[in-house]
C-alpha cells in the first residue's frame, strides 16, 4: 500500500472554532482577571493611603476635590479614600477566597479518595462526618466556628477551609468510587503501585475536571461568605479593608452618602456573577453529557 500523499504546499491548516459558548463568557473573564490583577498590585494602583483619615474631608461624594486631592469615588465616614479601600477589599476578599479555596480541596480531595479506596470502616467514618457537616447550613456552621476561634484574616480562612471541605470529599469519593474497579487502575495496583502513587498518578488525573468545578463555584461562594462574616464584624477586623465592612458602615448612611455601600456592593456582585458564569461554563465545557 502506497503512503498517503502530503497536502499541498500551499494549503493552509485547518482553523479550530471558538466554542460558542465560550464567547458570553469572555466578558466575565476579563472582569475577573481585571479583579485578580487590582489585588495583585492594590499597593501600586491605589491613590490613597487606604488608612489615612481626614475627619474635615468625610462623606464627600464620588469626584469632590479636598485640598487639591481628588476622591474619584468619594471618601467614608472618617475621611478616608473610598476608592482606595475598595482596591485593598478586592485584594482582602480575592486572598480568603483563594486560601480557603486550596485548603478545603486538599483536605477534601485527599479524603474522599482515600475512602472511596480503601471503603469499609475508613469509608464509613469520613462520610458520616461529611454528612455531619452537609447536615449543618454552611453560613450558620461558619458564623459558630468563627464565634469560638475569634475574628481575625487567619481564622476567616481556616473557618471556611475546614466547613467547605465536605463538599469537595463527596465529589472526590463519587468520581473515585466510579473509577478504582477500572481496568487500569486494577493492572496498577495488581503490579505493585503504592496508595500514593495509585492515587496521584491513576486517579487524581482523571477527577480533575469534576473538582475544577466545584472549586470555581466554591472560590464565588467564598467571597460571599468573606464578606458576609466581615459584615457581621466576624470577619477581617477594622482598619483592615473589607468590601464586607464598608458595607456595614454604608448601610448607616445610605440616605446621605449612598457611595460607601453602592461601590463594594458592586464589586462584590460582579465579582461572584463573573465566577459563577465561569464555573457554568467549566461545568459545561468539562461534562461529557452535555456535549452535543
Same mark, same amino acid.
Given at each position: ?14 482553523? %479550530? ?9 469572555? =466578558?466575565?473573564? !476579563? ?13 501600586? #494602583? ?9 475627619? #474635615? ?6 469626584? &469632590?476635590?479636598?485640598?487639591? @486631592? !481628588?476622591?474619584? /469615588?468619594? @471618601? ?6 473610598? /476608592? ?12 480568603? !477566597? ?12 485527599? #479524603? ?6 480503601? %471503603? ?5 467514618? $469520613? ?23 475569634? =475574628? ?24 473515585? /468510587? ?48 468573606? !464578606?458576609?462574616?466581615?459584615? /457581621? ?5 477594622? =482598619? ?19 457611595? $460607601? ?16 458564569? $465561569? ?7 468539562? &461534562? ?5
Amino acid at each position: 500500500m502506497s503512503a498517503p500523499l502530503p497536502p499541498p504546499a500551499g494549503a493552509s491548516r485547518p482553523v %479550530r472554532r471558538i466554542d460558542r459558548r465560550l464567547i458570553p463568557v469572555l =466578558p466575565f473573564i !476579563a472582569v475577573f482577571l481585571l479583579f485578580a490583577i487590582v489585588a495583585l498590585f492594590a499597593p501600586w #494602583l491605589a491613590p490613597q493611603n487606604p488608612y489615612s483619615q481626614d475627619l #474635615l474631608g468625610r462623606l464627600r461624594p464620588p469626584g &469632590d476635590v479636598v485640598r487639591g @486631592t !481628588a476622591y474619584l /469615588l468619594g @471618601t467614608d465616614e472618617l475621611g478616608r479614600d473610598l /476608592l482606595s479601600r475598595v482596591i485593598y477589599g478586592a485584594r482582602v476578599s480575592m486572598l480568603v !477566597a483563594t486560601l480557603s479555596v486550596v485548603v478545603s480541596l486538599v483536605i477534601g480531595v485527599a #479524603l474522599g479518595m482515600l475512602a472511596a479506596l480503601f %471503603r469499609g470502616a475508613i469509608e464509613i467514618l $469520613i462520610m458520616r462526618i461529611v454528612d455531619v457537616f452537609l447536615s449543618i447550613p454552611p453560613i450558620l456552621l461558619a458564623i459558630i466556628t468563627v464565634a469560638v476561634l475569634g =475574628p481575625g484574616l487567619i481564622n476567616v480562612v481556616l473557618v471556611l477551609a475546614l466547613t467547605r471541605w465536605p463538599r469537595y470529599a463527596r465529589v472526590a469519593f463519587g468520581q473515585t /468510587l466510579s473509577l478504582v474497579n477500572q481496568p487500569y487502575v486494577r493492572f496498577a495496583r495488581h503490579i505493585g503501585n503504592s496508595t500514593p502513587r495509585l492515587l496521584w498518578r491513576h486517579i487524581l488525573p482523571n477527577i480533575v475536571g469534576p473538582i475544577t468545578v466545584v472549586a470555581t463555584l466554591e472560590f464565588g461562594l467564598m467571597v460571599l461568605f468573606e !464578606a458576609g462574616l466581615s459584615f /457581621l464584624g466576624l470577619g477581617v477586623q477594622p =482598619p483592615m479593608a473589607s468590601w464586607g465592612s464598608t458595607l456595614n458602615v454604608g448601610r448607616n448612611y445610605v440616605a446621605t452618602a449612598w457611595w $460607601i455601600a453602592l461601590f463594594p456592593g458592586l464589586c462584590l456582585f460582579l465579582l461572584i456573577l463573573s465566577v459563577n458564569l $465561569i464555573g457554568d461554563y467549566l461545568r459545561d465545557r468539562l &461534562d461529557p453529557t452535555s456535549k452535543r
